[in-house]
C-alpha cells in the first residue's frame, strides 16, 4: 500500500510518463529505469500509472519492453498499472503480460488514422469494437479513446457529432470510462467544456469521462478546469509535461503531471498526489534525458507558507466548493 | 491609426512588456529600442501599452527613461500609451510627460506594501487617494491597481474583503477601471473567479474590472479564462511572458501576450491583436535578452490551416457564444 493509499480522491490522474511521455525519445529507457519510475510515482500517490503500449516494437523501439515491465511491477495495493492497446495483436500481448486495466483506443481523426494506423476512422472503429468485447470478455477494465478528439495536427477540425457517435459505439460495450484525447494539444476550453457536457448528457452516469490534454499551445491546465466544470474527474498527465515530437523545436507533450496536481490542490480538489514529491523525480528525468522539461511548478521555488506533503486541506480563501 | 484599429474588439489586451517585462532585467534597453517595441505592438493591433513606471530611477535603472520615452512616441489612433505610477512624485512626472492614461496602484499585502513601499496598507491607500484625485482633476484617465490582491510571496493569503474594501475607495473617485494584480502569480481558478464576481457584484457596471495575471506557476492562462467567466474583459500581459524575478531560476513574469491573445481568438473572443505578428517580436526579444522567453505559443509551429492575420473569424465549431 502506497502513502496517501488511505486518503480519498476527488480526482484520479493518470500518469502517462512511461508511455505518451517516453514513446518519441530516442533515449531508450531500460527496464530497471522504468520500474524505477512508475514506483516512484506510485510512492508520490500516482493511483493509475499508463506502462507503455502494445505497438510494434519496431515502429516505437522505446515500447519494446512493456510486456517485460507490465511483468515485472508488482502489484501495489491503490495502485492500476494500465497499459495502451491498438489492435488484437496488442491486446494478446497485454493479456498475456497479465495487466488488470487497458486503455483501447482509435482516432477520430481521418488523416491521423490513415497515417497512423493505415485505415480510415470508420474501418478504424469497426476493428477496435471486437478487440475491446474480447478484452471485457477476460474480465480486463476497459477504458475505450478517442484520440483528436478536439481536432487533428493534420485536419484541424473534428465534428464533435463524429466524436460523440464514437463514443456511443463504445458505452454499447459496457466500458467503465471512455477518454477523450487532444492528440495535438489543439483544444481551447470552450471547445471542451461544449464538448464533454454533450457526451456526459449522451452516454449518462454509467460511463466514467477523462480526458487526455496536451500543453502544446499553453492552454493544457485551463482545458484541465474546462473539463472539471463539464464534471470530467479523470484526467491524464506525464511527469515533467514529457512528450510531443521530438522534430518539432520547443512542442510539449502531456499536461505535467505535477503542474495538474498543484493546479487541482490549489483549487481544493484532492487527488492524493504529493506533488512536492514528484519534484526530484522530474529533476531525475531531465538528468537522464539531458535537457529541461516544460513542466511549470517543478522549476519554481516552494513558497515558504507550502506545506510540504499536505495534500488534503485547502488553503482558506480557495474553498472547494466554488469549484463545483 | 494602426492596421487593426477598426476592428471592434472584445476584449482589450494591455501590454506590460516595457513594464512588468522589463522592470527587473540588467540588460538596459535603449530608448530606440523600447521606441521600436513600443511601435511593433502598436501595428500588431495592442491598443493599450504600458511604457514604463515612474518609480526612482536608482531604484529601477531600466525605467529611468520613462519620461523620455512617453514624449518620444507619437499619438496613434486607437492606440493608449500608459504607465505606471505609485506616488506624488510619479504623478508630476507622468503629467509633465504628458501622457493621457496611467496606472495608480498600492499593495493589499502588509508585508509586500512595507518591503516596497516602507509603509503598510492603510498608509498605502491612505497616501495612493489624493494622488487619484489629482490625477483625475488633470483629465488624465486613471485606473486605479491593487497589487497581491491574489496572494502574497511573502504572506500568502491575502483576505479578498480586505481588496474589495481598497477598490471600494477606489471607486468612489471615479476611476473608470478598477485593476486586480496577481502580483506573484499564486491565484487558481477558482479564486479568481470568486473575487471577481464580488468585485463587481460591490463596484456595480460604472467601473471596469481588469487582471495583471502571472504564470509563475502555470495557471495564467486557465485564471484569465476563469476572469472571463466572471466577466472581465481586459487583462494584462506581457509580450513573451517576460518578468518575473531574475534572481530565481526558471521564475517566469506576466502571462504572455501573444498566448492570451492565442487563447481568446481560439475561444472565439476578438481581441484586434495579429498573434502571429508578436512572434517575430518575441524572436527579436529573446536575442537582445540572450535567453528563451516562456511564452508558449511563439514557439510552436503555425498549423497549416492557421490563416495568418486573420484576427476576426473563429474557427467552425470553437463558437464564442458558449463562452459567454
Not at 480510415?120 to 477476460?138: D, M, N, S
Not at 510531443?244 to 503531471?257: E, L, Q, S, W, Y
Request: net charge negative; proline share 6%; aromatic share 4%.
Amino acid at each position: 500500500m502506497t502513502a496517501n493509499a488511505h486518503i480519498p480522491v476527488d480526482v484520479l490522474i493518470e500518469d502517462e510518463f512511461l508511455r505518451d511521455g517516453l514513446q518519441n525519445e530516442a533515449r531508450l529507457f531500460t527496464l530497471e529505469e522504468k520500474v524505477e519510475f512508475a514506483q516512484a510515482l506510485a510512492r508520490a500517490g500516482l493511483r493509475r500509472i499508463q506502462i507503455g503500449s502494445f505497438v510494434h516494437p519496431g515502429r516505437v523501439p522505446q515500447m519494446a519492453d512493456t510486456d517485460a515491465l507490465a511483468r515485472r511491477l508488482e502489484r501495489l495495493e491503490g495502485v492500476t498499472w494500465t497499459a495502451l492497446v491498438l489492435n488484437a495483436t496488442g491486446l494478446d500481448r497485454a493479456l498475456a503480460a497479465g495487466l488488470p486495466h487497458l486503455s483501447i483506443s482509435v482516432s477520430a481523426s481521418e488523416s491521423h488514422s490513415r497515417r497512423n494506423a493505415n485505415r480510415g476512422v470508420e474501418e478504424g472503429v469497426r476493428r477496435i469494437l471486437p478487440v475491446i468485447e474480447r478484452a471485457r470478455a477476460t474480465g480486463v477494465r476497459v477504458r475505450a479513446g478517442i484520440q483528436c478528439a478536439l481536432g487533428c495536427a493534420f485536419e484541424g477540425y473534428i465534428p464533435p457529432d463524429r466524436v460523440i457517435a464514437i463514443a456511443r459505439s463504445f458505452a454499447a460495450l459496457d466500458v467503465e470510462e471512455i477518454n477523450i484525447a487532444d492528440t495535438a494539444g489543439l483544444a481551447n476550453p470552450v471547445q471542451v467544456e461544449s464538448l464533454c457536457r454533450a457526451l456526459a448528457e449522451e452516454l449518462g452516469p454509467k460511463v466514467a469521462l477523462s480526458l487526455h490534454l496536451h500543453d502544446t499551445r499553453g492552454l493544457g491546465i485551463a482545458n484541465l478546469v474546462a473539463g472539471l466544470r463539464a464534471g470530467v474527474r479523470i484526467f491524464d498527465a506525464a511527469l515533467g509535461g514529457l512528450g510531443g515530437c521530438p522534430f518539432v523545436p520547443d512542442a510539449t507533450g502531456n499536461i505535467a503531471t505535477e503542474d495538474a496536481v498543484f493546479a487541482l490542490e490549489e483549487m481544493g480538489w484532492r487527488t492524493g498526489i504529493d506533488w512536492q514529491a514528484l519534484r526530484p523525480l522530474v529533476g531525475r528525468a531531465e538528468s537522464l534525458l539531458g535537457r529541461g522539461l516544460p513542466g511549470r511548478i517543478a522549476h519554481v521555488p516552494v513558497p515558504p507558507w507550502a506545506r510540504p506533503g499536505d495534500v488534503s486541506e485547502p488553503d482558506p480563501g480557495k474553498g472547494r466548493e466554488a469549484a463545483r
